[in-house]
């Protein structure tokens, strides 16, 4: 069954909206090269085992989908005769567990849960042809996972060989208040252009999520040396040593020595508790100082870097009114007490960033989770800009 992870087919690989520059990025400095870009993801070619290498390295992406047969089918009767023409036995085990997701648009359909059920029902009823047994299926996404997409009648048919989302780097034990998603943390992080040698300093780090992504690109430590459960370990064919020299590579290829300063502060003792319990997690707790202070007091080193907020914007926390202070005082202090730095605002309330007062020299467009963000970008001249 091992030839089943060596035949090529299509790969998609998933993200959140605004992150496929990012993850194009990723994919073509591993060496493949995408035939297709669209707003929330990416195309590819390769196979089952190219999946794992590409599971073990994306620090951007939600899925890594490979594709068994696109077809076409008006409807759920369709649907079910052609999806029981697949040889699941080739990929799924006797005794085995299946969950199914999907992102379904069909006039006959009035709930994607009802084409989940008939993708379950297509597969039991060709495992127990084949071997009158039927495998467990359920809601959990930590064993096999299939995932249908069925915009009007064309259909497509995915194993899903990430499971858990990607997005998810598996070292935040404690969310915190607000949290940034990690993927969109890391993102941030590139998307400044940080050297990943001069200092990157974090007031209101919140739960850590930033400055811990800053240290993982430091120190090229990916996500995938966090995790030991994909989906594709559960499917017929799998080689754990491919997974383990992958793995083995990726430990190879850390930095140790020579790492920037990563200083991370926020005025709540509760939140530098749990951003240093993440950090802990994530194994790069030594290579960032926590404060406890107001992000005025937060110590800049005289090397310039990157100084990077990411406040509360009046969405879901904060009060307006002690938000326009904080967005002052927050100009006040880039301007003042980091000049030679590039200095960066996470905000999704562009009347709070105006109180900001300086002129930002990018806009990088971002949301975070369905709200409209930007990152805004700051040059921070020693003296006058002349």
């Not at 969310?175 to 007031?203: D, H, I, R, Y």
């Not at 430590?221 to 383990?244: C, E, I, S």
């Amino acid at each position: 069954m091992k030839e089943v992870f060596n035949n090529p087919g299509k790969i998609i690989v998933t993200c959140n909206r605004r992150l496929v520059e990012y993850v194009k990025n990723e994919v073509e400095a591993l060496g493949f090269e995408p035939v297709r870009i669209f707003n929330t993801g990416l195309e590819l070619e390769g196979t089952l085992n190219d999946c794992i290498k590409l599971n073990l390295n994306l620090r951007i992406a939600s899925q890594v989908l490979f594709k068994l047969k696109d077809f076409h089918a008006d409807n759920a009767d369709q649907l079910h005769r052609e999806l029981i023409k697949i040889p699941w036995e080739n990929y799924i085990p006797k005794e085995s567990y299946f969950s199914v997701t999907s992102n379904v648009h069909n006039e006959t359909i009035t709930t994607p849960l009802y084409a989940n059920v008939r993708v379950k029902d297509a597969v039991v009823d060709r495992m127990k042809q084949k071997y009158g047994t039927r495998p467990d299926s359920g809601p959990e996404n930590d064993r096999i996972v299939l995932h249908l997409h069925w915009i009007e009648s064309r259909a497509e048919i995915f194993l899903d060989t990430s499971g858990q989302l990607l997005s998810k780097h598996g070292y935040r034990l404690l969310p915190g208040a607000a949290p940034m998603q990690e993927s969109l943390a890391c993102a941030c992080v590139l998307a400044t252009k940080w050297n990943m040698t001069s200092p990157f300093v974090n007031p209101m780090c919140g739960a850590g999520t930033l400055a811990i992504e800053a240290a993982l690109l430091a120190t090229k430590r990916t996500p995938g040396l966090q995790r030991m459960n994909y989906a594709f370990m559960h499917l017929l064919g799998y080689d754990k040593d491919v997974f383990y020299e992958e793995r083995r590579l990726l430990k190879a290829q850390t930095h140790k020595e020579n790492l920037p300063l990563i200083i991370a502060t926020d005025i709540s003792e509760e939140a530098i508790q749990v951003a240093q319990t993440n950090a802990r997690a994530a194994g790069v707790e030594h290579l960032i100082q926590f404060d406890v202070c107001d992000f005025a007091e937060t110590t800049i080193p005289e090397e310039p870097g990157v100084i990077l907020f990411n406040p509360e914007y009046g969405e879901r926390m904060g009060v307006h009114t002690i938000l326009e202070r904080t967005y002052k005082r927050m100009g006040d202090f880039m301007k003042q007490n980091c000049p030679g730095y590039r200095g960066y605002v996470f905000t999704g309330n562009p009347e709070l960033a105006k109180k900001i007062g300086l002129r930002a020299s990018r806009r990088i467009e971002f949301y975070n989770g369905k709200l409209d963000c930007r990152l805004l970008q700051y040059e921070l001249y020693k003296g006058s800009k002349k």
